[in-house]
């Protein structure tokens, strides 16, 4: 009878933690407001902290640089951090402003946010709002006008949705999408549904300029947002969320790789756990609402802590049942802690969006767990909360915004995807798949000669998400340097290749570019040779440079025909800045190629 009860009650908690999941998971099913009809107009500064970020922090500040927000209301600061390689150069070179801090003694995250923001707010015109952004992460075109909404509000803490770029088509990276999905999707998605505040995580966050005079950022630890969120929670202060406000960010590739981010994540929380939580629980008790719902929130471990936590305990249950120690009823909390834990996921998901792809991830969730254990184990033999890392990554590799990235070799200061046509197919159909929008750029000499030229191609070509060898030198070029390209991918292969793919997934192709009528012998070639491709249309704009071309109308006439895949034949380097410059303001477009001539031989001239 003890042991039975002693039983039960041990898994009432956990119950208790699965239903509030639950709950989170269904309210998520409720659609966001709709946006501001007015034009929201708060002066912004964009902090970039970043430490040793060479490789990406151009593609960073690339993205937030094209931002759908009024270009003389915010400023991009990256915030160079006892770098020891080149992070300042190429933040400068990808036209961000720089803040270089040489600080030993007081090296991480928070300690350089710190720094920045009050030289930030010690400026004559201070902004409204600071925006942080990780220099690993690709900002969606509708970040900051997602942020700023909430802010004219009367919001002074706002959260956007951080989502992962993924890396590649394992069933580890599509799990850890999975994650992302349920916990910023869904249960912030969830918390704000219900009206209640969320937690800041660190990237693609706001503050007002008001809140951090009267509440200066001083939060230090290795899980700086959670710390600075309870703060906030403390002082009456309830973040909101900002579900239109998108960034993604990268996850470092392998097991192995991510041991170091996690054991950040875990090991901090679990740090501030013991901190804070008897002080947030404490001023519960004592009738503070706020705090009460704050050590709630806090107190739910992490979702594969709770599923450990009860396939152990009701195994531990069902085994002294079948000897007969206990009784049948010690197992009902348990087993309906997994019901509702399993309903929340397969909720949540749904609630999300996620593809079919994500489902067939779970099938990863054993092998997950083992390594999420002995990620446990290894903060029983200790963790400093204050240390900084980034994540790390295997040299070379980067990640696109495809959910796919295979690994790269740098050619002439150009990343070039290691990948034949066979990969690159799999990179375009996964964004098509999955409604991701990528640059793709068909790498040749001229494209290797252009970017020493020009700073602004150099930076376009290191944050489109899809670079193929096109041309022999290229290959060759790449096996120097012992990191060889399978195979050549040429244009006049690719799209040819890419039409097949989007006739046999149903989507629609747009020809823009050429003279003379042949964007549509192109297209028709195009419908003859792969049965059931849809052309959404085609257009030649009069010959005119990038700054003369009437863009406002092409994106019009792109925007109104709907298409999926969009072909782009204005001549290197004038295509691959002008999709740079563009692609924000095309939502409906996945797949958007610089093709150079292609049209001209297709159309036999």
Request: aromatic letters at 4%; charged letters at 20%; proline letters at 6%.
């Amino acid at each position: 009878m003890v042991l039975s009860l002693a039983l039960t009650l041990a898994g009432v908690p956990f119950l208790v933690a699965a239903l509030y999941l639950l709950t989170l998971a269904v309210a998520s099913l409720r659609k966001p407001r709709p946006p501001l009809t007015e034009a929201v107009r708060r002066r912004l500064v964009v902090i970039v902290p970043a430490h040793d970020e060479a490789e990406l922090v151009g593609r960073c500040v690339d993205s937030l640089r094209r931002q759908d927000y009024p270009p003389e209301l915010f400023r991009v600061v990256v915030v160079a951090d006892n770098c020891s390689d080149d992070t300042a150069a190429q933040a400068r070179r990808a036209g961000a402003e720089v803040m270089e801090r040489r600080d030993q003694a007081a090296r991480g995250k928070g300690q350089a946010l710190r720094w920045a923001m009050d030289g930030v707010l010690a400026a004559a015109e201070p902004p409204d709002g600071i925006v942080v952004v990780d220099a690993d992460s690709v900002a969606d075109g509708g970040l900051l006008a997602g942020l700023a909404e909430q802010l004219a509000a009367g919001r002074p803490a706002v959260q956007g949705e951080y989502l992962v770029l993924g890396e590649d088509d394992s069933a580890r990276s599509r799990l850890v999408e999975a994650a992302f999905l349920l916990f910023h999707r869904v249960r912030l998605g969830g918390r704000a549904a219900l009206g209640l505040p969320v937690n800041l995580v660190g990237n693609g966050m706001l503050l007002s300029r008001d809140l951090l005079l009267a509440l200066p950022w001083d939060a230090f630890s290795g899980v700086e947002d959670l710390e600075y969120s309870i703060r906030l929670r403390l002082a009456g202060v309830h973040p909101a969320y900002a579900p239109r406000a998108l960034v993604r960010g990268p996850i470092p590739r392998g097991y192995s790789a991510m041991r170091g981010q996690r054991l950040r994540w875990e090991g901090g929380r679990f740090h501030l756990l013991r901190a804070r939580l008897p002080e947030l629980a404490g001023r519960g008790l004592r009738g503070d609402a706020g705090a009460l719902d704050a050590a709630v929130d806090l107190a739910v471990p992490p979702l594969g802590l709770l599923v450990m936590a009860l396939v152990g305990g009701g195994a531990v249950s069902g085994a002294l049942v079948a000897v007969g120690t206990a009784s049948e009823a010690s197992l009902v909390p348990w087993i309906l802690a997994l019901l509702c834990l399993a309903g929340f996921v397969l909720v949540g998901l749904h609630s999300a969006g996620a593809p079919a792809s994500t489902y067939l991830a779970m099938l990863e969730v054993p092998r997950f767990l083992l390594w999420k254990l002995l990620t446990y184990l290894r903060l029983v033999r200790g963790f400093d909360p204050s240390r900084w890392e980034r994540a790390q990554r295997e040299p070379g590799r980067g990640v696109d915004g495809t959910g796919s990235r295979a690994d790269r070799v740098l050619i002439g200061g150009v990343p070039v995807d290691r990948v034949g046509m066979s990969g690159a197919l799999t990179l375009l159909r996964s964004a098509l798949e999955q409604r991701r929008q990528v640059q793709v750029a068909t790498v040749n000499v001229d494209f290797l000669v252009g970017a020493q030229r020009s700073p602004e191609l150099r930076a376009v070509l290191a944050s489109s998400e899809v670079n193929v060898a096109d041309g022999a030198p290229v290959v060759w070029l790449s096996r120097l340097l012992g990191r060889p390209v399978p195979e050549r991918v040429a244009g006049t292969d690719l799209v040819p290749a890419i039409a097949g793919e989007a006739a046999r997934g149903g989507f629609a192709l747009f020809l823009l570019g050429g003279e003379g009528g042949v964007a549509g012998i192109a297209a028709r070639r195009l419908t003859r040779e792969h049965e059931g491709l849809k052309i959404a249309g085609w257009l030649e704009p009069p010959r005119a440079s990038l700054e003369e071309l009437d863009s406002e109308s092409i994106v019009a006439t792109v925007n109104q025909a709907q298409p999926d895949v969009l072909l782009v034949a204005l001549g290197n380097p004038k295509q691959e800045l002008w999709i740079a410059q563009h692609r924000h303001l095309l939502p409906s477009v996945s797949v958007l190629i610089g093709v150079g001539c292609v049209f001209d031989l297709m159309a036999g001239r």
